[in-house]
């Protein structure tokens, strides 16, 4: 599960959902040893999937400077000739795994805004999802959302890259939203979602996860209001679904 | 004439000025001039701050900024480094604060100069003058803008309170501004705001797109101003 991907109660099922979303909530899925005559491409995913689910627990119960390739073997049950054949080391591993969260967020997200409703109660659901996802799994998210930044110039771009989708798809939303003749720079949304990534990250370092359900309207307001302007953001941000 | 009392006794201006903003800093990091030293020990510290800002410009970043290094590159010896610092992460802090300082002074000003051409209520315009001044300031200065955004990640945890206590404080400047003027955002749409600048800033520099920042204002300006107006 990823800090936006599948859903607490129903990401379980991991039936509609990228294989990221639903196989990193498993600590782990190891196949019986031996001859199994299963083939070779499923067990070598099988392994990956294990190394991705391992490196993100071993990050969450300390921090990425102290996790070891051994502390992620030994949560995926490989041998470390195992994890090299997959990855180069702890790096490449951790950037997988983040960028299996960034997909199944991005699926998520897609999911939640297909639909015909308007674009306050689809940024409703997108943020409750977020929501609901960071206080289930409060650790995971933290190696996501803060840990990801101590993770070296090669995952600082993936983040940056993430931020700027994640902004693109805001836009496009919000867009339609807008009174003629304006238009919301990219710049401007790329603050926004910055910005709400970054308060979700302090309330975690904070360890005060718990909060950001108050928080929810408030953070809906600000998604909203380049697009429409304060008084509108305001009326439509607030109380139950909109 | 007697002058009218300011509509705006908090103004944001106001509320960023350091708070030892009246002695303005003998010794500023940003600038050009080697400047008047106003005791040895002084000009030691100007020249190690100074030092550790080109040190944490190179590829290695803090991490390659040994207190020998820093010594090296202010022409000075490791005693006199320890003279001043016990190691490299005080010399760090010091010469964080001393540039937040800087940075600050330099976003009153660019505030106190909207306030003067748009009034006193214009809290946007004013937001406008801070902001602007900041990413010139920042734009001007590359190596002290890449310490106090990208490196201080990598300083250690004291180093990530300062840097939390920083942005909690222009959190509650732009707070006090805004209620002043009866503004009536929620009170997440500051911390939205100020932690959504340093991303967008901290990305550029990461990418070494300093030079460019200055450019952004008015993108950037869409999240505090109404759409389809001036204001």
Known sequence: MSPMGGHPDKGRSGVDEPPGASTLERPSRQLPSGRHGLPRQYVVDNQRERILAAVMQAVSASSYAETTVGDIITGARLSRRTFYEHFDGKEDCFIAAYDAAIEAALHTTRELTAGGESFAVKIRLVLERLVENVVAAPDFAHSCMVEVVAAGPWALQRRDEAMRTFAALLRDLGQPETADEVTVPPLAAELVVGGLHEMVSARLVQGRADALGEELDQMIYCALVPFCGHARAEALSRGATA | MVRPPPLLPTGLQRRLLPADASRRSTLPLASEQ???????????????????????????????????????????????????????EECYLATYDAAINELRVAMAEGAEEARSAHGADAWRRQLDGAVGAML??????????????????????????????MLARFVSDIDHARATLDNPAPALASGVLVRGLDQVISARIARGMTQQLPMMLDDLSHYWREPGTDD
């Open chain 2, 34 to 88: 080697q400047p008047e030293p106003g005791s040895p020990g002084e000009a030691e510290r100007a020249a190690l701050q100074r030092a550790l800002v080109r040190v944490l410009s190179k590829p290695g970043g803090y991490h390659a900024a040994g207190p020998g290094e820093i010594a090296r590159a202010a022409g000075l010896s490791p005693e006199t480094f320890y003279a001043h610092y016990r190691n490299a």
């Open chain 2, 136 to 165: 010139t300031f920042l734009a001007k200065w590359p190596e002290l803008a890449r310490a106090l955004f990208t490196e201080v990640h990598n300083a250690g945890p004291a180093a990530m309170l300062r840097r939390e206590a």
